[in-house]
């Protein structure tokens, strides 16, 4: 029981050090504007929602562990495949108006391989909260490693990929 409780702390723990870290940079690299942009919003969601709903369903699934529910894992699972659906449809709509807008900052094979990746692990997590796999842990703990994965991409992202026109995103 010790391995998993830690192995959960560990994931919460980088999510929110992500979360944290992600914060600094984009205060340091704010420009004279005393509001974020529209573009500067949608980029931190993409960055903190899944960030912090790894540390949360980390959280929540290392409690009810630790206090020996049966079936943690798949509980765990279940509110993990809900949000792996949930979080990409609902960002639908603005990622389709800044490709629109900002197109050097939408690369087809990563939207698509991040999207590819969120169906797949909601996939498993929906299988494994319906117990076709069992109540091994493992697909449960693979699986909330995807949005941690996807925070970070969007980390290097926003340091990285920057709009050509720096009013594009108004």
Same mark, same amino acid.
């Given at each position: 029981m010790g391995d998993l409780t830690e192995a959960l702390a560990t994931i919460a723990e980088v999510a929110i050090g992500l979360a944290g870290f992600? @914060? +600094? !940079? %984009?205060v340091l690299s704010r420009t004279y504007e005393k509001r974020l942009t529209p573009l500067e919003?949608?980029?931190l969601t993409l960055l $903190?929602?899944?960030s912090m709903a790894t540390s949360f369903i980390a959280l929540v !699934? #290392? @409690?009810l562990h630790s206090s020996e529910l049966p079936g943690a894992f798949r509980i765990g699972s279940g509110i993990l495949a809900a949000f792996c659906l949930y979080f990409p449809a609902s960002q639908v709509r603005p990622t389709i108006h800044f490709r629109r807008r900002i197109p050097e900052m939408f690369h087809a094979p990563v939207v698509? @391989? $991040? $999207?590819a990746g969120y169906l797949? %692990?909601?996939s498993l997590g929906i299988t494994h909260a319906l117990g076709v796999f069992g109540p091994e842990p493992e697909i449960f703990l693979l699986g909330l490693l995807w949005p941690l994965f996807q925070s970070a991409v969007q980390f290097a *992202? #926003? $340091?990285? +990929? *920057?709009? #050509?026109?720096p009013d594009a995103d108004d």
């Open positions: 992600s @914060g +600094i !940079v %984009v919003r949608y980029r $903190l929602v899944p !699934v #290392m @409690g698509w @391989g $991040l $999207l797949v %692990v909601a *992202r #926003m $340091l990285f +990929i *920057r709009p #050509m026109d």
